[in-house]
């Protein structure tokens, strides 16, 4: 109370606030006035930011933990009447003419498409010091994943406007979700990198803020160990996204300009914008409100499950089931072997890579109801089973794939799932952890995010024709990885199966230590045998056909272990390097046509 005098009429209204919710331990260690005022006002502009930041404020950040704190302590199943069971949807195979269709459609609808990239996590599994984004999807051209992702859109807005003909012209728009721990170092990416050729206008950058800390079952907020005048605080969440999207009136600005679509994707998944095309063409076709990315997903593997729940009622939705949860609520509805694999070798429930396309107009209905608020829950660790300490202070948390948890049943709620070679090959655990993953399960890794690259461009090349050498088995940090020929290309080469196909001719072979970077728009590749390393760079007009026979020491893979401080952290991490020894350059820089017969035999 003496510290009142200090206050304005806004932050007296803040104390009455907190005061109101049980919260006056909160100044039960401040000063007298005049001792260390500048840090009480403070301590109300961070109790401003909490509470702005938050749909409803931090009243209804209390009152909900309250609510999921007493659940939480009853053992309450967050699952209660509800029975899971395998949901039908769009199962795609590469290259088919099913697939092919769908990816002309994406390309046509991907002018009306943003993109919506979460980046506010830390990687805290990875360990990795950057940010993720900077990190190297591959390392045969080094290209970030940032750089890549931006490659893509502008790859996926040329063709669609060249698809769409005429003079039409887009710019797609990509938001990024960052937070404290990423914000500085994403911008700064972006800034030394001139946007990697996005215009500045494009991208649009979102800080997500963290939520308070909560010491005990009433909620109390926890008082930061480092400063009596500070709140704990810790991050919500992906789910944080669709608040800020909504707060941030994009949404309205973008259906106003016509978009559809809103694709949400995340920090490290070098195959994503493979499987984009196909699966936006499926949103379009069936017209999904959600479409949900999946992959086919062992048992008990740490990526949520794709699952239709039925309540005893009659509700009924499909919706992600984190990895932890469903196998507990199997169990406990009739299937006592839990979540297990059936006869494909796989669970039945389709793997969630947390890639979602959500239609703009029934997006912005639903959030004009809820503000973006997403189903949260809470995860607090107890002392004992009283329940009534916890071991540390805990938060809510929310995830952006719980978005349909509100929908209506009316919702059209599917997801498509694609082969995990083609989709989803991310980057989350440090080189000890993923080298403790049970064999058969896939590492996720920088080592595996990277093989998967060349798994995936060899793959594709064989399925157009070319004969790609089968791949040999090798360990890198522990994990016994498939090497295939290191093929990488720019997005703007190829985003489609139908592109490449028209871009590779007959008769070519890449041998298994082979390395191949095709860096320009307009290479045609025909009759092309490749025993070594090649390196082709085109400008934007030129175009260029190449054929002939490429022989050359080419580039080794040597391996490098994490523990060896002579290497940067991206190469350690991932638990190799290339030895540069030879390659064939092909370098155009002038518009034209160009024929080139490649001869080179110097090994
Ligand atoms: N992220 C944020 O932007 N803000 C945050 O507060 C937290 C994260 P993780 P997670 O791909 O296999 C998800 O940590 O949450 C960003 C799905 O829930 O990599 O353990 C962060 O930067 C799960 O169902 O993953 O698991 C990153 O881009 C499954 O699909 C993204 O959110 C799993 O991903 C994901 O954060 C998966």
């Known amino acids: 109370k003496k510290n009142l005098t200090l206050l304005s009429a806004h932050q007296i209204e803040l104390a009455k606030m907190l005061l109101g919710e049980g919260q006056s331990h909160l100044f039960a260690q401040w000063s007298e006035p005049g001792v260390e005022d500048e840090e009480k006002k403070s301590f109300f502009d961070q109790v401003a930011l909490l509470n702005t930041s938050y749909p409803g404020g931090l009243v209804q950040y209390i009152r909900n933990a309250r609510s999921l704190l ?78 890549h992702y931006i490659d893509s859109i502008l790859a996926l807005q040329d063709a669609s406007c060249k698809l769409v003909g005429g003079n039409y012209q887009t710019e797609i728009p990509l938001v990024i979700m960052t937070s404290d721990d990423t914000h500085v170092r994403t911008l700064e990416l972006l800034e030394s990198n001139a946007y990697f050729g996005m215009k500045k206008t494009q991208v649009h950058l979102l800080k997500q803020e963290k939520v308070a800390c909560l010491d005990d079952n009433n909620a109390r907020l926890a008082v930061d160990p480092q400063s009596k005048y500070k709140i704990q605080t810790k991050p919500h969440g992906h789910g944080d996204v669709h608040a800020l999207l909504y707060s941030s009136g994009l949404l309205k600005k973008w259906h106003d300009a016509g978009r559809k679509w809103v694709l949400f994707f995340q920090d490290t998944n070098g195959l994503l914008f493979k499987a984009i095309p196909a699966s936006l063409g499926v949103s379009a076709t069936k017209q999904y409100h959600v479409n949900s990315l999946a992959v086919p997903r062992k048992a008990k593997e740490a990526i949520g499950g794709i699952t239709r729940l039925t309540h005893a009622d009659g509700r009924s939705m499909v919706i992600n089931v984190e990895y932890n949860q469903l196998d507990p609520l199997l169990k406990a509805t009739g299937h006592p072997e839990g979540d297990v694999n059936c006869e494909t070798g796989y669970s039945p429930y389709p793997g969630n890579i947390n890639q979602l396309i959500l239609e703009l107009g029934s997006y912005i209905e639903e959030l004009t109801k809820t503000r973006g608020a997403i189903s949260e829950f809470v995860n607090p660790k107890y002392k004992d089973s009283t329940k009534t300490s916890f071991k540390s202070s ?154 002939g026979s490429v022989q050359n020491k080419g580039w080794a893979l040597e391996p490098v272990h994490h523990t060896d401080g002579s290497f940067p952290e991206e190469i350690r991490i991932r638990g190799f390097r290339f030895e540069k020894l030879d390659q064939m350059e092909v370098n155009e820089t002038e518009p034209g046509k160009f024929s080139r017969v490649l001869e080179q035999k110097s090994v």
């Open 70 to 147: 007493a659940d939480s302590k009853a053992g309450k199943n967050p699952f209660e009447g509800f029975t899971p069971s395998v949901p039908s949807g769009e199962v795609l195979t590469f290259g088919d003419d099913n697939f092919i269709m769908f990816e002309e459609a994406g390309i046509r609808e991907a002018r009306n498409a943003a993109f919506v990239l979460v980046a506010g996590g830390l990687g805290e599994r990875l360990g990795y010091k950057g940010i993720k984004l900077a990190l190297p999807l591959e390392t045969t051209t080094g290209t970030c994943f940032l750089k």
């Open 394 to 547: 805990t938060r809510l948390e929310c995830m952006m794939q719980d978005y349909p948890k509100t929908l209506s049943p009316s919702a059209r709620v599917g997801f498509t799932v694609m082969d995990t070679w083609l989709a989803y090959a991310p980057v989350k655990n440090n080189p000890e952890d993923a080298a403790k993953v049970p064999k058969g399960n896939p590492y996720h890794s920088a080592t595996s995010g990277e093989m998967a690259i060349y798994r995936a461009n060899s793959l594709i090349l064989r399925k157009v024709g070319v004969q790609v050498a089968d791949p040999i088995l090798q360990v890198f940090n522990g994990q016994e990885v498939e090497v295939w020929p290191r093929v990488a290309w720019y997005p703007k080469w190829a985003l489609t199966f139908s592109e490449v196909r028209k871009k590779v001719g007959a008769g070519c072979s890449v041998s298994q230590r082979s390395t191949m970077i095709v860096g320009g728009c307009n290479v045609f590749i025909e009759n092309l045998a490749l025993d070594g390393a090649l390196s082709v760079k085109a400008v934007e007009d030129a175009e260029v056909k190449l054929s």
